[in-house]
């Protein structure tokens, strides 16, 4: 498949740009997240929080994106030169767009009986992560939102692969974004999904996941660069609207089809970033799924204890982290903080927090895994040798 990401940018809880990012990904040795109670009052959890915001707009998804956008738009201009602005499209997953927006002009308008002049409905549709980006960067194709829960930013990737392969596209921003807010900060409280610590993948003791924003994008094109999105595997198995199939037969078949795609064998898959909540089910069937496929020696981590769960942003946050790890030359993985007590219940991975590799890596694979069994494993490929 030849289509590279040429170009990257992002901002979480582990920096508000790229180079901090890098830094921070592959040397902490503590986690960023801090306990607040800024979205659930009086019950302070920990959060995957911006805690300094580098640029603003209307909604703080949208100031996030643009955090994200602006180091691109020079690279961005330079593709609406060539191609032009109708052949460069926008695809951005999601799940709360400007919810947050929303919840405050309610909380307005119970006290004074109208909404805020500030607010629009329009805020708070899906599809305005999307149009954001366009409007933002100029471009005028293909423009929409994935909401798929936890894997819209990474079956974003995906979708901008499709434009691409289809000449609809020369050039897509593809990524994700979400913001903390009340909706997902208790929502997943009350599905009894949040950790009352910092999160513990893949650990006897881990109790859930930590809420987080961030946003990632990527400049996605067919012009061959160091990086190669060279598959990726889908699957739908509706298991149920929360909770994960227990068996991972989903997950599996989501990463036996990304290596068809690629037409790699397991052996060729150096290191996988999992998904990896610390929730008690996804974590089982996520190594269930990863032993099948590879074997139980397989290198592999999760970065979610460095960024908290970001959801709609996830997926594209973590195929940043792979991108930026296959441009090392020193063989560093990103940290996988657990206190590393091993759950017996697990398929046995003794390569789990491996922080590095003998060489550089050629090919990682991303695992995102969402509600309703949405599943999907990216593969990206490191092409300089």
Known sequence: MNVYINHAAAICALGVDLASISVNLFSTKSSPLRQSDEY????PTYLGQVVEMPQRADTRTNSLLLSALNPLLPEINILKQRFGAHRI????????????????ALSHRATHGEFPPSFHYCQQELGASAKFVANQSGVTGPCWTVSTACSSGAKALASAARLIQLGVCDAVIAGGAD???RTTVQGFSALNAVSPERCNPFSLN??????GEGAGLMLVTREPSTIRLAGFGETSDAHHISAPEPTGKGAEAAQRLALENAE???????YINLHGTATEQNDIMESLAVARVFGSTIPCGSTKALTGHTLGAAGALEAIFCWLTLQRNDGLLPAHLWDGVVDPALATLDGLGILHLESPPRFLMSNSFAFGGNNISLILERCNG
């Not at 659930?40 to 019950?43: A, Y």
């Not at 881990?206 to 809420?211: E, H």
């Not at 790699?264 to 150096?270: G, P, R, V």
Request: overall charge neutral; hydrophobic content about 35%.
């Open 40 to 43: 659930s009052p009086g019950k």
């Open 89 to 104: 499209g926008a695809v951005i997953g999601s799940s709360t767009s400007g919810i947050a927006e929303g919840e405050q």
């Open 179 to 181: 913001s903390l807010c």
């Open 206 to 211: 881990r109790r859930g996941i930590n809420i």
């Open 264 to 270: 790699l064998d397991a052996t060729a898959i150096n």
